[in-house]
Structure formats: structure tokens, C-alpha cells
């Protein structure tokens, strides 16, 4: 056999074996949710007024948010995952903020000044900073493992953006929980958990996604 077809034999052998990197950003990542879906549903569940808040925009912007920013996190990790340059980083990474700038923007008209600090510190901050970086966790795990069966090129950006899709999804599942809607209240506390979660994935990136 010569050289060539011997090193594209054993090429094509690997890329057998290997699972393409989109079944494991979805098997991966879906383990990860359930793990953190079944820990909700299990110590937390959904608020008691869930169904009655349906038809309220202020509680429904809240998922609009909190799944863009898993959609625009996922969108960049998935990017990230392959051996090439990104460039500058894609401005659709700013939608989610761009959209909770609105909302805020939107809230400074129907709402009294006086109760802006109100709506801002909320009722559980201090639950919404523990618990979305808490359900983060497994999520961001399961990125971590289908990005290592990559090959990401710059493995800092990449765990970021595995951080902000892992937040994401986590304050997906606490937002059916917390009984803060307000924007201000998502502006401060979500996106201070959300943070958290970002620089994680920073720096673990750093130490666990280089090849």
C-alpha cells in the first residue's frame, strides 16, 4: 500500500470512530440539561403562579431573553469548535443584551422612579446569583465534553461561549421560578449570574480545552 492511501485509509478510520460534532454538542449538552432540569423540577419546581403569568409580557420577555442568550452562546461555541480563526466575534453575541437594553429602556417609561430600586433589587437575589451559575454547571460540563472532542481554535472564547449558552439555559429554567419580571431586576441579577458563569468557562477553557 502506498503512503497516501495508507494515511488516508487511517484518516478515514477516524473519522468513522469519531462522532461529528454536532451529535455531540446535542447529546452532550442535552445530558447536561437534563441533569439540571431534573435538580429544578426536583428541589425547586415552578412558581406558584406560573400559568397565571403567561399572559404577562414582563414574565414572558423573561424566557425571550434568557433563550437568546443560550441560542447566541450555543451559535458561538458551535463556531468555535473547529481549528479556524473567528475573527472578531460575531455581533449577533450582543442580540440578548441589545434586547434586555429595550426592555429596560422600555420599563424607565411605564414605571414610577420611585419604584425603579424596587424593581431592581427584587425579591431573591441572592437565590437568582447561587442558583443559575449552580444549574449552569452540568450544562456547561456537557459543552466542555463535546468541545474536547473537537478542536476549538481559541479554547478561552470557547469556553466563554459555552458559559453564556450554559447561563442561558440555566436562567431559562430558574425564570420559571423566580418572582422577579421587572428587566431591571434581569439586567443586574441575571446577567451578574450570567457573568459568573462566562468568566468559568474562561478560564476553564484556558486549562482543559487546548490541544
Same mark, same amino acid.
Not at 36 to 63: E, I, M, N, W, Y
Not at 64 to 71: E, H, R
Not at 96 to 109: D, K
Given at each position: ?6 494515511? =488516508? ?9 469519531? $462522532? $461529528? @460534532? +454536532? ?10 440539561? &437534563?441533569?439540571?432540569?431534573? #435538580?429544578?423540577?426536583?428541589? !425547586? #419546581? ?13 414574565? /414572558?420577555?423573561? %424566557? ?12 458561538? =461555541?458551535?463556531? !468555535? ?5 473567528? #475573527? ?14 429595550? =426592555?429596560?429602556?422600555? +420599563?424607565?417609561?411605564?414605571? $414610577? ?7 431592581? @433589587?427584587?425579591?431573591?437575589? @441572592? ?9 449552569? &454547571?452540568?450544562? &456547561?460540563?456537557?459543552? %466542555?465534553?463535546? /468541545?474536547?472532542?473537537?478542536? $476549538? ?9 459555552? #458559559? ?20 431591571? %431586576? ?6 451578574? =449570574? ?14 482543559? !480545552?487546548?490541544?
Amino acid at each position: 500500500m502506498k503512503t497516501d492511501d495508507l494515511i =488516508a485509509a487511517l484518516a478515514a478510520d477516524n473519522d468513522t470512530k469519531a $462522532p $461529528p @460534532i +454536532e451529535r455531540a454538542f446535542t447529546r452532550d449538552l442535552s445530558a447536561g440539561f &437534563l441533569v439540571s432540569a431534573v #435538580g429544578f423540577f426536583t428541589f !425547586l #419546581g415552578v412558581r406558584h403562579t406560573f400559568f397565571a403569568s403567561l399572559d404577562q409580557p414582563r414574565f /414572558l420577555f423573561k %424566557f425571550v431573553f434568557t433563550l437568546t442568550m443560550a441560542a447566541s452562546g450555543l451559535a458561538l =461555541a458551535y463556531r !468555535l469548535a473547529r481549528p479556524v480563526a473567528l #475573527g472578531r466575534t460575531p455581533r449577533k453575541i450582543w442580540l440578548a443584551p441589545a434586547l434586555l437594553a429595550l =426592555a429596560c429602556l422600555a +420599563e424607565f417609561f411605564l414605571v $414610577p422612579q420611585d419604584q425603579w430600586a424596587a424593581r431592581m @433589587i427584587g425579591h431573591n437575589a @441572592i437565590h437568582c446569583l447561587t442558583l443559575v451559575p449552580l444549574m449552569a &454547571l452540568a450544562p &456547561l460540563a456537557g459543552l %466542555f465534553l463535546a /468541545l474536547k472532542q473537537a478542536a $476549538p481554535s481559541d479554547p478561552r472564547r470557547a469556553g466563554a461561549a459555552a #458559559g453564556m449558552a450554559s447561563a442561558g439555559l440555566a436562567a431559562t429554567l430558574y425564570a420559571m421560578n423566580c418572582p422577579d419580571d421587572s428587566p431591571f %431586576f434581569l439586567a443586574v441579577w441575571y446577567m451578574l =449570574a450570567t457573568m459568573l458563569v462566562v468568566t468559568l468557562g474562561w478560564f476553564a477553557g484556558g486549562r482543559w !480545552l487546548r490541544w
